[in-house]
């Protein structure tokens, strides 16, 4: 708290710039006595709604931060690999430690491959990553056009990831285990497997991959399908940041907090985005959650800082995209809560609002950067207190 004459910084470390971190770091310029810190393990922001089209070579998924970062907000590039509660510092790879007053986390997600699935990990690629995109395009661009291509998950990065290719020419089979798009309703399902369909995709609903071999997958009644490359885009994990600083957890290892993003140990550490599991009801894993959750996680610092009494978190959902190729995408109506309605607008002006959505999620970044305080977002849903089945379903960030 500042006194007349004295003027004290709140630290502020925010770990991982994201969706979620970046705004979080531009809303607490709010306040001129924050001392604002973003720990980002690249220099470069990454488009995460974007790596299915950087991995067919149709876009690029990089932003400069300095286009996105608001003037005082230090970047600082390196990977967090503790958070000492104790000594208030977050401990970093290169061996350096910052001292914190509070630590927003927002580490994110990553992808999860599953070790239970023998040669997953050796031979299986992800996209939950730039990293991982970039090593994927690069095989990508090895392989003949008419070599098989198969990817695992129904999900929306699934799908949109296997539209992408199959719109260049590739010959893709999309493994989903159980329903396609399963968050999606029943005539929004429908759109996507039509388009599918027309566009060459043989989509297995019923099947398993119980393994993957440099040249095939295995399913689990013991069929072997030839695959040249396997992508596995079945489900997200997070960071282990939050167990390796002894902090509680959810069984996926997102930080478990109150209704406030407050971690249950410790009341310096805030939570926002993929990594946050709010009374352990964690919202959808998404872009559009991120920055209404990066907001709150900085409000919450500045109640804290304040003396004030935060906000509990209140987000409605209204629905969710997902790309088919360039031309066309599926969007998809739901309610407050996140559960689809009946209802959903496809083809080229589905595509619209697809992109529209994309540009928004930094586009409201940059804003907050020029003027903090700006982000609003639609407030209900289930929270606090009544979580409903559909927050709980994970789906594409």
Not at 110 to 135: C, L
Request: aromatic share 6%; hydrophobic share 45%.
């Amino acid at each position: 708290m500042s006194t007349p004459g004295h003027h004290t910084l709140n630290k502020v470390v925010v770990i991982g710039g994201g969706y979620a971190g970046t705004l979080a770091a531009n809303h607490l310029r709010m306040r001129a006595d924050v001392d604002i810190t973003l720990v980002n393990p690249r220099p470069e922001f990454v488009e995460r709604v974007r790596l299915h089209q950087f991995v067919a070579g149709t876009g690029e998924a990089l932003i400069d931060y300095g286009t996105l970062l608001g003037e005082g907000v230090r970047l600082v590039v390196d990977n967090a690999t503790r958070i000492d509660t104790a000594a208030r510092t977050v401990e970093l790879a290169s061996g350096r430690a910052l001292d914190y007053d509070y630590v927003i986390y927002a580490v994110g997600s990553t992808a999860a491959i599953p070790s239970s699935v023998p040669g997953a990990a050796e031979f299986a690629f992800d996209i939950a990553e730039f990293e991982s995109a970039q090593r994927l395009r690069a095989r990508l661009e090895e392989l003949p056009p008419d070599a098989p291509v198969t990817v695992v998950g129904g999900g929306l990065t699934g799908i949109e990831t296997a539209a992408e290719l199959a719109e260049q020419g590739r010959t893709v089979t999309l493994v989903c285990g159980r329903t396609l798009a399963p968050s999606f309703s029943a005539p929004g399902r429908r759109s996507v497997a039509t388009w599918l369909s027309r566009h060459g995709v043989a989509v297995l609903e019923a099947d398993v991959v119980s393994e993957v071999r440099p040249d095939a997958v295995v399913f689990a009644d013991g069929a072997v399908h030839a695959s040249a490359l396997t992508i596995w885009a079945a489900g997200f994990g997070v960071p282990d940041l939050a167990a390796a600083s002894g902090l509680q957890t959810d069984a996926l290892g997102r930080l478990l907090t109150d209704e406030t993003l407050t971690s249950v140990d410790d009341d310096r550490i805030v939570a926002a985005g993929d990594a946050a599991a709010p009374s352990g009801q964690p919202l959808r894993m998404s872009c559009y959650a991120a920055g209404p959750l990066g907001a709150q996680a900085a409000n919450t610092v500045l109640s804290r800082i304040a003396g004030t009494e935060p906000a509990l978190i209140t987000l409605a959902f209204s629905g969710a995209c997902v790309s088919l190729g360039r031309r066309v995408a599926v969007r998809q109506v739901a309610r407050k809560d996140d559960t689809a309605v009946n209802v959903y607008v496809g083809g080229r002006m589905g595509a619209v609002i697809k992109e529209v959505v994309c540009k928004f999620a930094v586009s409201r970044i940059r804003r907050e950067a020029q003027k903090p305080g700006s982000v609003i977002w639609m407030k209900g849903g289930t929270r606090p207190g009544q979580p409903s089945s559909a927050a709980r379903v994970i789906s594409s960030p």
